[in-house]
């Protein structure tokens, strides 16, 4: 018999499917190079990884089959709820030639909705001041059961295509019924690809050319593996390069990239010009960890707080340790009453203050990482009160244990801490997780005052819901951080945040929000500036790239919350287009911001080791203004705009170049402004 994942929190989901012929949703690992037998309409993900939606009948045929290793049903995950866009090179990038603004590259969302009306995310391309074209190529709706859009070109819900959200711009009529009722899908892509046009380019998201693909999401692990599919065969299809953000995720799993949710997503990355990015989780200020090592027949009790009256904890522990695990209810409507589960059986039992269901490895040892894992569903039972669990090793062994509530809205552990909460598929190793750090405190709100959030940190500092790693086997996570705080994005109308006169700022274009599902998009969008210029990337070679130029500060001093440092985008772009000029011979060069203001930054490159490096700066008439010698080891330099008496230079048109040896590079046209 094989194993089914199945947190017990989504039993009544299979109730129901057992009474009403519903289909649920699992992800299927077969064996090396076996084929399916049971014909249920299974799609491929990788060569042994499939997706289907079946009926508990269906289910129990598979579970029979030889070639199945696992089945893994589907599981509930949750969304992860100006400065930050130039903090992070952005801005800066925007402004330099050769322009970095996403364009050619597909961002794709999986999220609560769009709102696909909002003028940052469409353009006016026939000049007539009415923005009717559409930046949403495709727009997936796996909620919607009505009959709108094209329901035949999807395996479920509803997609709508450029055409029809563009002929809904025009007519006004209802051939869209999308909505984003909630704000955060719209707040999300509006960081990563909006392009400021209802702020009068104040609020410009890190990829303003990018085109979008749109998946509205019932937040179950099967439709998310399903969104990204899509998203990634549409680019595929279009000939172009692309990027999933994903601020979502859930504790249901073994938070170590085994899960099958994991291993499907990461299976989309074997080919190149692909990234998907997933916001780290919201709980890095929350006891809802807990982890420890058992020493032989030694036994550790601790309690588990609901928040819910459904509640589920997952417990994993090493494969060849035998612990027995026992719940004990509070005992508040009456004698408190103790359930026990040996290895590799289950209990349930009712009692006066709630249902308990455990389930100790039932499945024996996991096939995907060689452990066990034990599954406590509490139904119908008090919030705020105290359950006790009980740990026992019985083989005389021992192992070590870490314990998670399935989402971090269900409970916590008094004794626990705040480590190792990345949430699922953030823990993937593909898969680049991002924290979150403060880059604004204050904004305004629609009611004439200013407003901060009450957990609010300091500017530059780590933001306090942030999560932390390291991962269950022990790997570093967050990736690295990006703003997530007080972050200013576009507000979709009529949904949840829209109500709120305090987030909702003046002209009701805008909101701040503020999670590591902020910080994601930032990431994403950053990613579509390097699939810009170097469209072929692999998803390892873009992580390598963001960790390697992650900014480290005097804040950043814990990897376990930070990962490699703070984005830094334009880091990765300082010698970018370089090498095309140093194949001609010459030294290279590279200024930005420009037009410049205030400062301007020239990047420079050299061939061999040369003795002398200038820098010289002449105006329209071929004076020399400027003079300078820089290090030959170096490759960039901060310059003020004055010139060699000190003097700031007069708005106007001038050459720069760098000299080495003598030789100079091509000179570079820099447009000087008044500040």
Known sequence: MIAVYSPSSHVPLAARSEERGERIGVLIKLKDSAQPALQIGMTPLAPNLFSARVTCAELRALAQLPEVVFIEADYRLEPHIDRSIPAVGGRFLHETDPRATGQGVVVGFVDTGIDWTHRDFRVDRDGNGFEESSRILWLWDQTETGFFGTPRMVPFGTEYTREE??????????????????????????????????????????????????????????????????????????????????????????????????????????????????????????KIHLGGQLRPREAFTFAFIPNEETAYVNIWYTGSANFTVSVTSPGINGPPRTVLAVRGQGEFANTPDGSVDIDNAGGGIDPRNKDRSIAISLERVQPGSSWYITLTDQGGTGGRFDAWPGLATMGYFPQGDSLSTVTEPATAKKIIAVGAYTTKVFWPGIDGQPHRFTDAQGEGELARFSARGPTRDGRLKPDLTAPGTAIVSALAKDSEVSRSEKLVLPGREYAAMQGTSMAAPHVAGAIALLLQAQPHLRAEEILTQLKGTALQDGFTTDPRAWGAGKLQIARGFETLGLQEQLSAGRPALKVGPNPAERSVTLFYSTLGTPRAVELMVFDLAGRLVYRRELPPEGQRFQWTLHDSQNRPLPPGLYLVLVAADGRPSTPYPLVVRKP
């Open 165 to 286: 959200i563009e002929r809904a711009l025009r007519t006004g009529s209802q051939i869209v019924n999308e909505r984003d009722e909630s704000g955060h899908g719209t707040h999300v892509t509006g960081i990563a690809v909006g392009d400021g046009s209802a702020s009068g380019g104040t609020f410009v998201g890190m990829a303003p050319n990018a085109e979008i693909i749109f998946v509205k999401t019932s937040y179950f692990s099967t439709d998310i593996v399903e969104g990204v599919r899509y998203i990634f065969e549409k680019a595929e299809w279009l000939g172009k390069p692309a990027v999933v953000n994903l601020s979502l995720g859930g504790h249901f799993g073994p938070h170590d990239g085994t899960s099958l949710f994991e291993q499907s997503l990461e299976a989309f990355l074997e080919r190149p010009s692909r990234a998907i990015v997933a916001s780290a989780g919201n709980e890095g200020d929350q």
